[in-house]
């Protein structure tokens, strides 16, 4: 079992930037893929970045390619989404989530089902 809180979390004005964080417990993530998804007011949670653990692999949404930065602190057991020149849009509850499933191509991480833990949510408010 894994534990997932995310942080980081709050409230900037367009073309700004955050951080958010994604810290596990109870087992280390060397195992494991780790995305984040976002779901903004009435609509459908969508995928956003993953990174798999062991190599460092990454995959974007193309909405975000440019802007967002998925990496990962081994000696923090953390994995970190960060987010620039940030538009309204991008308002959301953004998520993380882990899996043990290894893909050899990461645009298999993009489906939610592929995960087996999630975290509770850090709401990303972006004015304009």
């Known amino acids: 079992q894994v534990q997932l809180v995310e942080s980081g979390g709050g409230l900037v004005q367009a073309g700004g930037s955050l951080r958010l964080s994604c810290a596990a417990s109870?087992?280390?993530?060397?195992?494991?893929?780790v995305g984040w998804f976002r779901q903004a007011p009435g609509k459908e949670r969508e995928f956003v970045a993953a990174i798999r653990w062991s190599e460092s692999s990454t995959h974007y949404a193309d909405s975000v390619k440019g802007r967002f930065t998925i990496s990962r602190d081994t000696a923090k057991n953390t994995v970190y989404l960060q987010m620039g020149s940030l538009k309204p849009e991008d308002t959301a509850v953004y998520y993380c989530?882990?899996?043990?499933?290894?893909?050899?191509?990461?645009?298999?991480?993009?489906?939610?089902?592929?995960?087996?833990?999630w975290g509770q949510g850090t709401q990303v408010t972006v004015s304009s």
């Open positions: 989530a882990a899996t043990t499933i290894y893909a050899g191509d990461t645009s298999y991480y993009i489906r939610e089902g592929t995960y087996d833990y």
């Open positions: 109870g087992r280390t993530f060397r195992d494991y893929a």
